[in-house]
């Protein structure tokens, strides 16, 4: 075919052979899973997409035959309910759907554009791996993508969906990004696979166990979000989205206000024994607009409760302890989902709700072990580090730590109220009193009368909020009925604030 005897007809038909070339795919190797473009379809709004590298071909490799159009990644952009998003997706059924060179150039470059026009990246992970016939440079454009995760970090919302193997060097790429979805049944992410594992170690595992969508949601935290298929999960990403500002600079979307449930069971919710529980989101759900919370890692670490809602039509993070989960106590893997999600509502604007119901952090050997003392400080220093609005509620107890913790004021929080059931103290009633009265209640003539008597007095005086208010450490004590309308006045007061932070390159957060 040449110009001169085709003319412009010609090279339009050429044009769209080419391009009905570049689009083919193969039909997906697993059953009812989609193929890369239909996910792409099925995320973004109708007639959205542009893709961009299409025309990209893989390298060439031993005798250059196999050069695909695309390389096995899908990139462009389009919207989700008409705002700008970009957006890839690794296609499994050319080579695996795993990294060659051209791959990782167009991925690369995808995000590079993401944060030249300040919109949020999406990527849908069906990947094999770094791929061996390419050889360094297949690992070369893995460390480039990480790098540009990183720099994207704070700056842009990054979420990876993984609808398929995430294995090796793949995997670090989703732990950079701020939001992780998988999907049950489906999706496998680790670093090294089943059969390494046995080979090296001698440990027999399946791919579910190791890495499954159950394993990272609940297990390890490497995932936030469990989707039941991938419909599902492409349907997270969009409500995820909705709570979301395009960039660190833009304020999150607002939309109108939801409708307020009535406050008027919130009165009796708090047991009269401070030993029962109950469930902190019939709490949350009467204050937030809808009743609505996206639940982020709602299965790992249950005794903290982190969520999007939204107040007034605007977006905030909440934070909450659990007390039907180990009676809300902090321990590791609470401290650092908490911190996470702290700071990532910190780096995008998303101001911060806090309702506190703790005994402190977790004692005992193995958290002392584990690193409870550098790793339950994270959640001390992101709070103390956030300078977004912060409001706090006191519900029930906030002991020792626990109580400086979460959202005092001492770390920063803007407006702190507490229910008239708050018991703000270093311990409770029981143990102060075990330590404070020891010598008096061993030389008593009827120690547990003594005792009665003792934990009465300190529950009347150190077992109420209003020690804290006459400090100026809650800034008022009011009914539970009422939150929702004080805490909508707090947010609006503090839309407007600014919180200057010395000039540095960054902290140093005890990683």
Known sequence: MTPAADGTAGRIGDLEHRRARAVATAAPRRQGALGARERIERLLDVGSFAETGGFVRARAVGDGAQRPYGDGVVTGYGTVDGRPVCVFAQDSTVFGG??????????????????KTGCPVVG???????RIQEGVNSLALYAELVRRNVKASGVIPQ???????????????????????????ASHMFVTGPDVIEAVTGERTTAEELGGARTSNSVNGNAHFLAADEGDALDTVRDLLSYLPANNLERPPEYAPGSVADGAPLDGIVPDRLGQAYDMRDILHAVVD??????????????????LARVEGASVGVVANQPLRFAGVLDIDA?????????????????????????GYLSGVRQERGGIIRRGAKLLYAYAEATVPKVTVVVRKAYGGGYAVMGSKHLGADLNLAWPTARIAVMGAEGAVGVLHRRQLAAAADPEA??????AAYESTHGTPYPAAERGYVDDVIAPRDTRAHVSRALRALRGKRAPMPERRHGNIPL
């Open 450 to 455: 003594l005792r009665a008597d003792l934990v």
């Open 159 to 185: 979420i990876s969906v993984v609808l398929g193997p995430c294995a090796g060097g793949a995997a670090y790429s989703p732990a950079i990004t701020d939001f992780t979805v998988m999907v049950d049944g």
């Open 98 to 115: 795993s990294m060659g060179e051209a791959f990782g150039e167009k991925t690369v470059a995808l995000m590079e554009l993401a944060l």
């Open 124 to 130: 849908l992970n069906d990947s094999g791996g770094a």
């Open 335 to 359: 401290s650092e989902k908490a911190a996470r999600f702290v700071r990532f509502c910190d780096a995008f604007g998303i101001p911060l709700l806090t309702f506190a119901d703790v005994p």
């Open 290 to 307: 809808d009743g609505e919370l996206l639940h982020v890692q709602e299965l790992f670490a249950p005794n903290i409760i982190c969520a």
